[in-house]
């Protein structure tokens, strides 16, 4: 059974980094886009990040763009959320998502497989 499991979330304050990590298992995702989404208490998820099966030209929401960086390791069936000058705005829970189009676009609905979640908050 195919699954994706985050880790990697914490408690860090304002400015600093955080790299979150997403471990697959069950199949190989590696024709798969990845996203990394996030969900704020009382809000709506939304798209953070994704990269195409490729690697190629990873795209990001602009909340984020240019303070985080997503990158995948086929090898290790795994895809990373390297999080910078973090903010307190950036606290939520945050998932990977499998697109088995290999499209990596922002749509919720593209994204068949989804992690559990690990959530990150950022004092200020």
């Known amino acids: 059974q195919a699954q994706l499991v985050e880790s990697g979330g914490g408690l860090v304050q304002a400015g600093g980094s955080l790299r979150l990590s997403c471990a697959a298992s069950g199949r190989t995702f590696r024709r798969y886009a990845m996203g990394w989404f996030r969900q704020a208490p009382g809000k709506e998820r939304e798209f953070v990040g994704a990269i195409r099966w490729t690697g190629a030209s990873p795209s990001y929401a602009d909340s984020v763009k240019g303070r985080f960086t997503i990158s995948r390791d086929d090898a290790k069936n795994s895809v990373y959320l390297q999080m910078s000058t973090l903010k307190p705005e950036d606290t939520a829970t945050y998932y990977c998502?499998?697109?088995?189009?290999?499209?990596?676009?922002?749509?919720?609905?593209?994204?068949?497989?989804w992690g559990q979640g690990t959530q990150v908050t950022v004092s200020s």
């Open positions: 998502a499998a697109d088995p189009k290999g499209l990596g676009n922002s749509a919720i609905g593209e994204y068949s497989y």
